[in-house]
């Protein structure tokens, strides 16, 4: 038996009991285990040895218990002693007496060793995952601050300060972040998911409850649960709703959640790459939740339909285009934060001197799919086209400046003639 043999195998017990999150109890337990199981393998039974486990020392002990027989009734080596060899150990022992005597390394045997001190570094690696397994499980839902440690095309590694690998994926990420080897940034623990027996840290910086979670750590009101928020709907990077309540009459919610200043907000919008934020304040009346929820825009009036979960809002012309919102993004965010299906529409008792005409009568002069990009910006009459200038009609919906010029120029000849 060779030294480095020993010392290899204290050094991985050694290595066991400086495991973190794991209770004593359960160290204990599993490394009793793996000692019975090599006696069991080597003697056949561990039913007479006591295993001594030191953790603060990080070694242990194993204790044989023989019974004294004469020298010609000896039968079974490991649970009997002779007299002989008892009184080796002390000249005072009889027949029938027990005998404690410790089982050293060297006794056990070259190949037993080595496969005590594999079994312990797998249970070591075992328990490793199932504690960041369970330790994560548990904080689904909390923000993490983490340091980016590899950038790959379809998601980042990151550490934490405690050495875990964690997972960022490209599809959690905001479409603006652009990440940088070293920097520290913050996420929520979405999913703890097991692949091949390995635990995966999933983060997300795109969930709702990220920027529930920000709320949470800017407003203390929310923290203390003074103010609830109700709901969030959100488009990462590009804009967010958040209705908010607050329970204590004396607190404004929206106030709290800006903060003097924006101070509050602002702190949010800056980790959250400019995202656009509108805070509202929740009111039972969905009517008026509705009109909320569809700000910037000023509404004029809302018909509901609780049938069909449906609402049908009328607003100025000049308002259609901040309802709906770049792609529609502003009315969808709506409609996703109330639970209604909201349909948009002009007051019919505007006064013009021209009568304005609905763009999807231009089908036959315009493709349906340049049709759909201008209602796309909010654009869903002639009127509201012609408004916007040349240059902005480009910029916005993104199409070839001669079908830009080509649409004006129809438009425009609608009116003329």
């Not at 794991?22 to 009793?32: C, G, P, Y």
């Amino acid at each position: 038996m060779k030294a480095y043999e020993n010392l290899n195998l204290i050094e991985t017990f050694s290595e066991f009991k400086e495991l973190k999150n794991i209770d004593r109890a359960t160290m204990m337990s599993v490394l009793e285990d793996i000692f019975r199981s090599m006696l069991i393998k080597k003697y056949e039974t561990d039913e007479n040895f006591d295993v001594i486990i030191n953790i603060d020392k990080g070694d242990f002990e194993i204790w044989r218990n023989r019974v004294v027989v004469a020298n010609e009734d000896l039968m079974d080596l490991n649970k009997e002693i002779s007299l002989t060899n008892a009184q080796k150990i002390d000249s005072d022992y009889e027949v029938g007496e027990e005998v404690t005597d410790e089982v050293k390394l060297k006794d056990i045997g070259r190949r037993t060793i080595l496969a005590l001190r594999q079994n312990l570094t797998s249970r070591i690696l075992e328990l490793e995952k199932d504690s960041l397994y369970n330790k994560y499980k548990e904080r689904v839902g909390e923000i993490v601050t983490a340091d980016v440690y590899q950038i790959w095309k379809k998601e980042a590694l990151l550490i934490d300060d405690e050495g875990n690998e964690l997972l960022l994926p490209k599809t959690e990420q905001i479409p603006s972040d652009r990440l940088r080897k070293g920097e520290a940034i913050k996420a929520v623990v979405a999913r703890v998911e097991m692949r091949n027996n390995t635990p995966l840290i999933i983060l997300s910086r795109i969930s709702p409850v990220f920027l529930e979670r920000l709320f949470e750590l800017e407003v203390p009101e929310i923290y203390d649960g003074l103010i609830t928020i109700k709901k969030i709907a959100r488009s990462a990077g590009e804009r967010a709703k958040v209705v908010v309540e607050s329970y204590d009459d004396r607190i404004d919610p929206v106030g709290a959640c800006v903060g003097m200043k924006g101070a509050r907000i602002h702190g949010i919008v800056r980790e959250l790459k400019n995202e656009n934020i509108d805070v509202i304040n929740y009111t039972s009346n969905i009517q008026l939740l509705i009109t909320r929820a569809l700000s910037p825009a000023k509404i004029t009036s809302v018909k509901i339909t609780e049938e069909d979960k449906r609402a049908e809002v009328f607003l100025d012309a000049d308002e259609v285009s901040k309802a709906i919102g770049r792609g529609g993004l502003n009315i969808r965010l709506a409609s996703e934060l109330t639970n209604y299906e909201i349909d948009v529409f002009r007051n019919t008792d505007e006064v013009e001197e021209d009568e304005d005409v609905d763009i999807e009568e231009f089908e036959d002069e315009i493709d349906a799919w340049v049709i759909e990009a201008l209602k796309g910006i909010g654009c869903d009459t002639a009127k509201s086209v012609l408004t916007l200038s040349r240059e902005e009609l480009i910029t916005r919906t993104d199409l070839e400046e001669e079908t830009v010029d080509e649409i004006i120029s129809i438009l425009k000849s609608e009116f003329e003639d």
